[in-house]
């Protein structure tokens, strides 16, 4: 296992002050491809990571996806069940599926042919025994299937836990789920919908964290979105710590009406007194959320190198409706709208990255009412380098500036 011995723990220290003396993580962790690797094995490992949306997968077939270089493959059990193994052949390791691709139930290695089942059993050694011989008394298929890692869907979300340590989804992500839960009610999971084209995917020269630490703040509003500033004002948005792993920015100037002729969909258990609130959290480590009356979007983050971040976004909506023909234009409005603020961000958060190659900068500082969520992003992240180098300073399952004055989770 990778040490984190390239990151002595006192340069962690003033990441654990209080936000008005803090600084950020130290340059190495942005940089330095040791860092890559400790991150994927230590933080992305051990926790729940969203690695794909439900929805990529296409009926009978298999999809191979690669996390942070370690193949992965998608498959859809006999009984419907998503399920995620390893990428690689039992016999000599090769990586058993390199393409998307149809398949009538089994999956046959392209090297010497062993196949297995969908849901990873080997089922066949052609020529085991030599020619024509596919099987021996002392070789036992059992065990040498495919090496299945945990995993959970939700809200159309593949995560996987890789270590397979980590407590239950649901008790991990539980002020996600509550969170979710209390603004589009129980039914809403039922209605969400979506579709191929309401999908935005790009590439960003720069580590993953640099785009999750530019979602959890809002104090960039005015500068990088002008116009969005311009109907949702800086102002108007607010920091919230949800819980251990969660935090984020929500605001009260969400507009659902769109268009004023095809209005999309409300969630039928959103509370109509609250349409104009936008709650817009990253579910640590790698899953932005944006959820709003009338459609949510999950964005995950592909760290595929240590400069180097893929941006996968999908909108869902509410209800069938919504995909109807009346709404097209309204989901492409909105598809483009938001395309152009994801846009925005990908220079300033690409002249970060070339900021921490500077010798001069030494994690920096933070803004006291603005960056309150990414000091509590940094502080998660450094608790893994070095777990007793100190605690959080922020309260956390405390909801600190509630839509509604109350505690949340
Ligand atoms: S490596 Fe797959 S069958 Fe030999
Ligand atoms: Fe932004």
Redesign the pocket.
């Known amino acids: 296992m990778l040490t984190r011995e390239f990151l002595p723990s006192e340069s962690l220290d003033s990441v654990f002050l209080p936000i008005e003396q803090a600084s950020g993580l130290p340059n190495q962790c942005y940089t330095d491809t040791a860092s890559f690797d400790f991150e994927r094995n230590q933080v992305m490992a051990r926790n729940w990571v969203a690695i794909a949306f439900e929805n990529t997968l296409q009926d009978n077939c298999v999809h191979p996806i690669d996390f942070m270089g370690i193949p992965l493959l998608l498959t859809r059990s006999k009984h419907d069940r998503i399920r995620v193994f390893h990428n690689v052949c039992s016999h000599r390791g090769m990586r058993l599926v390199s393409e998307p691709r149809k398949i009538s139930g089994l999956i046959t290695c392209q090297y010497h042919a062993w196949t297995y089942s969908v849901d990873g059993d080997l089922v066949a050694t052609p020529n085991i025994g030599g020619i024509g011989i596919n099987a021996l008394p002392d070789f036992e298929c059992t065990g040498k299937g495919l090496k299945e890692i945990r995993s959970h869907i939700w809200m159309g979300v593949i995560f996987i836990n890789l270590d397979g340590q980590a407590p239950a989804f649901e008790q991990v992500q539980k002020p996600a789920i509550q969170r979710t839960r209390e603004l589009i009610g129980k039914s809403g999971e039922r209605e969400l919908i979506t579709s191929q084209e309401d999908r935005i995917d790009m590439v960003v020269n720069c580590n993953w964290k640099l785009v999750a630490e530019?979602?959890l703040e809002?104090y960039?509003?005015p500068v990088?979105?002008p116009l969005l500033n311009r109907y949702s004002p800086l102002k108007d948005h607010h920091c919230r710590i949800y819980g251990h792993n969660m935090a984020g920015q929500w605001t009260t100037t969400f507009n659902p009406g769109l268009d004023d002729r095809n209005h999309l969909p409300v969630f039928s258990d959103w509370d109509r007194e609250m349409l104009m609130i936008g709650e817009y959290p990253v579910i640590y480590p790698n899953l932005l959320m944006g959820i709003q009356a009338n459609h949510i979007f999950m964005g995950i983050l592909h760290p595929l190198e240590v400069d180097r971040t893929r941006e996968e976004f999908q909108i869902f909506y509410c209800g069938d409706e919504s995909l109807g023909k009346p709404c097209d234009r309204v989901r492409a409005d909105n598809r483009l709208a938001w395309s152009k603020?994801?846009q925005?961000?990908v220079e300033p958060c690409e002249r970060m990255q070339a900021g921490r190659r500077s010798p001069g900068y030494t994690g920096g500082s933070f803004s006291p009412m603005l960056d309150v969520c990414a000091h509590h992003f940094h502080q998660w992240i450094a608790g893994h380098y070095h777990p007793k180098s100190g605690k959080t300073s922020h309260k956390t399952d405390i909801d600190q500036d509630s839509v509604d004055g109350t505690r949340q989770c």
Do not use: C, R
């Open positions: 530019n979602y809002a960039h509003l990088i979105h603020v994801f925005e961000d």
